[in-house]
């Protein structure tokens, strides 16, 4: 049975409030009505769409954390992030991200949200990419959501650097493996405060 517009929009508000990275389309499946209901509702009551919603929540919860660089120079959106352990990003490839021919993806945009992400998890005023390894494994179009998973996988605090893997992944399908050597400014050892 469907909920009254006002009690809906009251839902609405908590359900964001409790998950702000919940989808239209999961709203609408939630509350039995058409994604377009959704959207007007969140209208009305001044809910920005997810995209905006994800870039508010990052900005708020990243931007004091994040050392190495600022927050928008991050290509992607953090929306996940334990300095000098693991981080995820998001990038939604829009038709400016492509080639016009095939619609794929530039390879350069998918390095830059890797390599971006790996720079963001050191826990640095300085990190800087010293070497990388990659791999295409599949191409990515206009539309798609990549999401990259980065983790520290090794350090060596001898030489002031840090080995961070990023797996970038469309629908769960990885679509991008990339090893990267990092240089820090300085290498924190293992019982120093992270």
Not at 141 to 159: F, H, I, M, S, Y
């Amino acid at each position: 049975m469907r909920k009254p517009k006002k009690e809906r929009q009251r839902a609405l508000t908590e359900s964001i409030n409790d998950n702000p990275f919940v989808t239209d389309d999961e709203l609408s499946t939630k509350f039995d009505v058409s994604v377009q209901t959704i959207r007007l509702d969140r209208m009305e009551l001044g809910i920005p769409e997810l995209r905006e919603r994800i870039k508010h929540v990052a900005v708020k919860t990243f931007e004091d954390e994040v050392k190495s660089l600022p927050i928008d120079e991050v290509i992607g959106e953090i929306i996940d992030i334990e300095l000098d352990e693991r981080a995820i990003s998001i990038f939604d490839v829009k038709p400016e991200h492509v080639f016009q021919r095939n619609q794929i993806a530039r390879g350069h945009h998918l390095f830059a949200q890797a390599n971006s992400l790996a720079v963001a998890v050191m826990n640095d005023e300085l990190a800087l990419t010293v070497k990388s390894e990659l791999q295409f494994l599949r191409p990515v179009t206009a539309g798609q959501r990549v999401v990259a998973k980065a983790l520290v996988v090794d350090r060596n605090p001898e030489k002031n650097r840090a080995y961070v893997k990023v797996i970038s992944s469309v629908d769960l399908a990885t679509v991008f493996i990339g090893t990267f050597e990092m240089y820090r400014m300085t290498e924190q050892s293992e019982g120093d405060e992270k």
